[in-house]
């Protein structure tokens, strides 16, 4: 149910992808528990999906979801973590809150650099979240130089 959420949701058929996630949840929960990455993982998928639908408060609530247990379940250090760190910045962007989101995105930077190193495209991908909510911020100079990373 999990892909075929994530099969809908590049569909742009939120609604259905929803549906799927939703029956994927109950799976996950009822078989691994709320407690594991799978079940973060389709909580991230549901955040994505929301914010796809245009609600970034609702996309919020499922990757803060995602992050508390992948913190919990995989540590500080671990990739997924910083995906999930890095999708809560994402959604607290498009919700206008750009000071929270700046700090999640560096708490994702924190982790992915010495995993990934400074060449790997996610960190491109961070660099340009961080360079963006400066620029939302009104931080011009530090956008120019997240850019230019």
Same mark, same amino acid.
């Given at each position: 149910?999990?892909?075929?959420?994530?099969?809908?949701?590049?569909?742009?058929?939120c609604d259905k992808a929803l549906q799927m996630f939703e029956k994927a949840?109950?799976?996950?929960?009822?078989?691994?528990?709320?407690?594991?990455a799978a079940t973060a993982g389709i909580y991230g998928n549901m955040g994505s999906t929301y914010l796809s639908k245009g609600d970034p408060g609702k996309a919020r609530q499922m990757n803060e979801k995602s992050l508390q247990i992948m913190r919990?379940? %995989? &540590?500080e250090q671990h990739l997924s973590t910083a995906i999930s760190y890095h999708n809560l910045g994402v959604s607290?962007? $498009?919700?206008?809150?750009?000071?929270?989101?700046?700090?999640?995105?560096n708490q994702a930077l924190k982790i992915q650099l010495?995993? %990934? &190193?400074?060449?790997?495209?996610e960190i491109?991908?961070?660099y340009c979240n961080i360079a963006n909510?400066?620029? $939302?911020l009104g931080h011009y100079e530090r956008a120019l130089q997240m850019h230019e990373k």
């Open positions: 149910y999990n892909n075929m959420g994530n099969a809908y949701d590049g569909m742009g058929e949840l109950k799976i996950s929960q009822a078989t691994m528990g709320e407690q594991h919990a379940v %995989l &540590g607290l962007l $498009k919700g206008d809150e750009y000071a929270k989101a700046l700090h999640m995105f010495p995993l %990934l &190193g400074e060449l790997h495209p491109s991908t961070t909510t400066h620029d $939302k």
